[in-house]
């Protein structure tokens, strides 16, 4: 589908521009001297529950800069300067009370700044968190937001969630609303006793016409013992876009031409889910 694309770019929750902004550049002292004219990469950490990993350590593993190392800073990001990589290099991310994990340098992407980019995700060494089962999902607009449809503030769709034997991703389905195909599902994921949740963009088509477009992480700790509700916080956008339902064409909220449009962009959105 098409999310599964995007998806794989952005797996850390405050990523931007194909994998995020910042990270770690190696110090002088480890660099491999001279660079080259080679735009330099960056990469991600972040845990099987989308929550960004700090502090684990990123190693070359072959090639002329074979050995140097830098460490995943604010929001699990890292890079490494031109000339420290080329097409054959692989990375090695380290830290304790996680599985090691290895990863090729990704493929060239035009649309992304810089144009490569390594995006791990390490597996928590401890049990993850029994949430299986069936719920209420209710998602809240940040009341701070005043523009935005009273009537479409807040919605409730019931979800399924799988067992999960490890610390692993696992995709969501919600039912109870006419959802656009292929804007019908969402992710979700356990490290240990935090849980989280990614909306790329899920899409409800209201009534004709009419759709709101959910677009955030959200995500906390939780009882290890199968909790009784989950609540977590949503940080990202919710919008609210009405087109002529005789064109049939919910793209025009994608391109930023429909006649109405509201957006709410926050941090204080809320997901909660409650055992049906």
């Known amino acids: 589908m098409r999310w599964n ?6 797996l850390g929750l405050g990523v931007t521009a194909c994998g995020g902004q910042g990270g770690t550049l190696p110090t002088a002292a480890t660099s491999p001297g001279p660079t080259s004219s080679a735009p330099f990469m960056k990469g991600t950490v972040s845990d099987t529950a989308f929550h960004n990993i700090d502090g684990a350590t990123i190693e070359i593993l072959n090639g ?17 300067p031109p000339g420290a990589f080329d097409d054959s290099t692989q990375f090695r991310a380290t830290k304790d009370g996680y599985d090691a994990a290895i990863m090729p340098l990704g493929p060239f992407c035009a649309a992304c700044n810089p144009n490569r980019w390594v995006n791990f995700v390490l597996k ?9 089962g069936s719920y209420a ?4 607009v940040d009341p701070a937001c005043t523009n935005f449809p009273a009537q479409v503030k807040t919605r409730t ?7 999960t034997a490890t610390n692993a991703y696992f995709l969501l389905s919600p039912t109870g609303a006419n959802f656009v195909p292929g804007w019908d599902v969402f992710d979700g994921g356990v490290s240990g006793s ?3 949740f990614w909306f790329e ?6 009534a004709p016409g009419n759709y709101l477009m959910i677009g955030m992480s959200a995500g906390g700790f939780v009882d290890p013992d199968h909790p009784a509700t989950i609540v977590a916080r949503g940080d990202g956008r919710i919008s ?34 409650t055992p049906r």
């Open 157 to 163: 769709y019931a979800v399924t969630v799988p067992a």
């Open 201 to 206: 963009t899920l899409v409800e088509e209201v």
């Open 64 to 80: 002329p800069s074979a050995g140097l190392t830098t460490t995943s800073g604010g929001g699990g990001q890292w890079a490494f």
């Open 124 to 132: 928590a060494h401890v049990m993850p968190a029994n949430i299986a």
């Open 5 to 10: 694309n995007a998806f794989a770019l952005i």
């Open 194 to 196: 935090y849980v989280g």
């Open 137 to 140: 999902m209710t998602i809240t």
């Open 240 to 273: 609210y876009c009405t087109v002529n339902p005789a064109s049939g064409v919910f793209d025009g909220c994608l391109r930023g031409q429909p006649p109405q449009v509201a957006h709410c962009d926050s941090t204080q959105h809320t997901l909660v889910l």
